[in-house]
């Protein structure tokens, strides 16, 4: 059951990115969405857990295309709002809402918030569907929320992110500390070690 290329079942550049890099010394080849369809499709995720999500993506893209395909769904939980945004990170602002206005609305519910309270993780479930195989793994990292952006490395709720143990915001990190220590880099890191004698 060797695995020679698996599918990242997103249109997130950044993400796609990331996870390349992440699996740079290996020999898997990654294609994304808009390699293999023209307009690359907006596939539901009408899941309530990040499990649910990235596995509806992952079963979507290998039903119609039968190739490995990894779907991760990951998202910011702050413990002052009850886990918002949680699984609607991407969404928090409205359906189509950028990064930036995703920020803007979680600053304004966090305005009267002080340091102690803004308290928060990222979390990140992958799940890999093959034939006949399924793995799901998942990261996170605890850290909290800064009071203003800072940093244009990275993307989503990367400039606000403040991992414990540190002073600078996701998008401030360099890559490679990032990728260590972030909740994509150590879900990717069990997937490597779950999938290691097939790559």
Not at 36 to 49: F, R, V, Y
Not at 75 to 101: I, K, Q, W
Request: glycine share 10%; aromatic share 8%; with cysteine.
């Amino acid at each position: 059951m060797a695995i020679d290329e698996i599918i990242i079942a997103t249109k997130n550049a950044g993400k796609v990115r990331e996870i390349r890099e992440m699996f740079a010394s290996h020999r898997l080849r990654f294609s994304s969405l808009g390699d293999h369809w023209e307009t690359a499709p907006d596939i539901a995720e009408t899941g309530s857990t990040f499990v649910e999500n990235a596995r509806m993506k992952a079963q979507w893209v290998f039903s119609r295309l039968g190739m490995w395909t990894m779907a991760d769904d990951s998202g910011l939980e702050v413990d002052a709002l009850g886990g918002e945004p949680g699984v609607r990170s991407a969404r928090y602002a409205g359906e189509d809402a950028s990064d930036a206005r995703n920020n803007e609305k979680l600053l304004g519910k966090l305005a009267d918030c002080p340091p102690a309270r803004r308290t928060a993780r990222f979390r990140c479930v992958i799940v890999l569907v093959g034939p006949g195989a399924e793995f799901v793994v998942e990261g996170a990292c605890n850290g909290s929320i800064a009071f203003a952006p800072r940093g244009s490395r990275g993307f989503g709720y990367d400039p606000l992110f403040v991992p414990d143990g540190y002073e600078l915001t996701f998008a401030e990190l360099d890559g490679a500390v990032k990728h260590t220590i972030s909740h994509r880099g150590r879900a990717i890191q069990s997937l490597r070690d779950a999938i290691h004698e097939y790559i």
